[in-house]
């Protein structure tokens, strides 16, 4: 009769399977009990997570590199030499009710100023007209602006009437001059006895205001 252990060292126990493997361990404890077949057995491939887990993580940074790389070019380049930041108003009511004076004036001079650090214009105007505000017509007052960059507005010149919407009453008593409510709706260029608006400034100015400047 032949032995148990003849018949294991001639038979392969293991399935023709090939997907079957061993661990180093367990290779070694079946080679302890039949040499022949531990050497037939493949050893199990290492496990792979770590790296897997490594290269899902350097894939992650690659694509936020790629991103930033191509939404960068894309984000708007700050502008040089500083700007006003100016509240925009949707109703008539909203404009004419930030202001604190109204007035209808007759620019006589304009100067470039850098003190504050940012360009702006200081102006001299002649109150011709006011609705709003304590400045009566033969006033002179003086303006600052923001002058040249996408915020000025350089076609406010010597010799141009407009319609002015200040702000800040009190700068009226101090050094600062006052200033518009904002650079594209505190002015209307006065045309042929009419307020014309800023391309920019879709509201009009209220009748009761038009009237008293003495316009339409």
């Known amino acids: 009769m ?12 293991v399935p023709e399977d090939r997907s079957a493997r061993l661990s180093p361990r367990g290779r070694a404890e079946l080679r302890a009990l ?7 057995v493949p050893l199990a491939p290492r496990r792979t997570r770590t790296v897997r887990w490594v290269a899902g993580i350097a894939g992650a940074v690659a ?7 191509v939404v960068a070019p894309l984000l708007p380049e700050p502008q040089s030499g500083g700007s006003a930041d100016y509240p925009y108003y949707a109703t008539t009511a909203e404009l004419e009710g930030e202001a604190d004076l109204i007035v209808r004036g007759t620019f006589t001079s304009t100067a ?30 003086e303006i600052a602006y923001s002058s040249g960059g996408a915020e000025g ?5 010597p010799g141009g009437t407009y319609v002015i919407l200040l702000d800040d009453l009190a700068d009226l008593e101090g050094d600062w001059p ?7 709706q505190g002015f209307y260029t006065v045309v042929d006895g009419h307020a014309v608006a800023h391309p920019d400034n879709p509201v009009p100015l209220g009748p009761e205001t038009l009237a008293a400047l003495g316009l339409s």
């Open 153 to 157: 507005r350089d076609d406010l010149v």
């Open 63 to 69: 694509a936020a590199v790629v991103a930033v790389v």
């Open 34 to 40: 039949v040499p022949s077949t531990a050497r037939t």
């Open 2 to 13: 032949t032995s148990t252990r003849t018949l294991l060292r001639d038979a392969n126990p």
């Open 178 to 184: 006052p200033t518009p409510v904002n650079v594209d």
């Open 112 to 141: 470039r100023d850098d003190s504050e650090g940012f360009g702006r214009t200081i102006a001299s105007v002649d109150v011709t007209a006011s609705a709003k505000g304590p400045v009566q017509p033969g006033t002179t007052l």
